[in-house]
Antibody
Framework: QLQLQESGPGLVKPSETLSLTCTVS??????????WGWVRQPPGKGLEWIAS???????YYNPSLKSRVTISVDTSENQFSLQLRYVTAADTAVYYC?????????????WGQGTLVTVSS | DIQMTQSPSTLSASVGDRVTITCRAS??????LAWYQQKPGKAPKLLIY???SLGSGVPSRFSGSGSGTEFTLTISSLQPDDFATYYC??????????FGGGTKVEIK
């Protein structure tokens, strides 16, 4: 059974970099043809797609965040990661990692449980 | 960006009711639309993909329809476990993927 688990600091100071990792278990990132992505949800608000990455490294970014975001994959650790630079209070959210199914369909079929990141000094 | 507009934003219903939620896209997305259910403190769960295909393990009381710019999610007979917030998502284009604002289904 595929499982995704987010990890990283729950508190980040304004202007610093938010770094999160998603560990995938139950499947090998490097042996699959899936995209993997990040979605966030500010408290009490809706969902916002951040970025997605293919196992071989191809990436897609939300243009609204692209200048501040890097998504990367580490197939040796079966993980993919998110970095969001120059954070502000508006970046406070629950961050989810998730998988896109194969076949070029870019909805999300598996999700991590989410991790709350608060931006505050 | 393709804007996704859901209506209503809140819906009050009783167990056993037939419930319909609408999602409109700002441009033609063919049938590249998914629906998710989210409960408080939990991750979204895939219900429907490609507008009308049922996700794995999803009860048959959930159904999706539509194409182009107008889509609906229907719950044929609302169950206690169905009180949640529902989101649509377009995946016609990766630039960017976008979600609707959500529809909260409350107990009447």
């Amino acid at each position: 059974q595929l499982q995704l688990q987010e990890s990283g600091p729950g508190l980040v100071k304004p202007s610093e970099t938010l770094s999160l990792t998603c560990t995938v278990s139950g499947a090998s990132i490097s042996r699959s043809s899936y995209f993997w992505g990040w979605v966030r949800q500010p408290p009490g608000k809706g969902l916002e797609w951040i970025a997605s990455i293919y196992y071989s490294g191809g990436t897609y970014y939300n243009p609204s965040l692209k200048s501040r975001v890097t998504i990367s994959v580490d197939t040796s650790e079966n993980q993919f990661s998110l970095q969001l630079r120059y954070v502000t209070a508006a970046d406070t959210a629950v961050y989810y990692c998730a998988r896109h199914p194969d076949g070029g369909h870019y909805y999300f079929d598996y999700w991590g449980q989410g991790t709350l990141v608060t931006v505050s000094s | 960006d393709i804007q996704m507009t859901q209506s209503p934003s809140t819906l009050s219903a009783s167990v056993g009711d037939r419930v319909t939620i609408t999602c409109r896209a700002s441009q033609n997305i063919i049938t590249w639309l998914a629906w998710y259910q989210q409960k408080p403190g939990k991750a979204p769960k895939l219900l429907i993909y490609k507008a009308s295909s049922l996700g794995s393990g999803v009860p048959s009381r959930f159904s999706g329809s539509g194409s182009g710019t107008e889509f609906t999610l229907t719950i044929s007979s609302l169950q206690p476990d169905d009180f949640a917030t529902y989101y649509c998502q377009q995946y016609h284009t990766f630039s960017p993927l976008t979600f609707g604002g959500g529809t909260k289904v409350e107990i009447k």
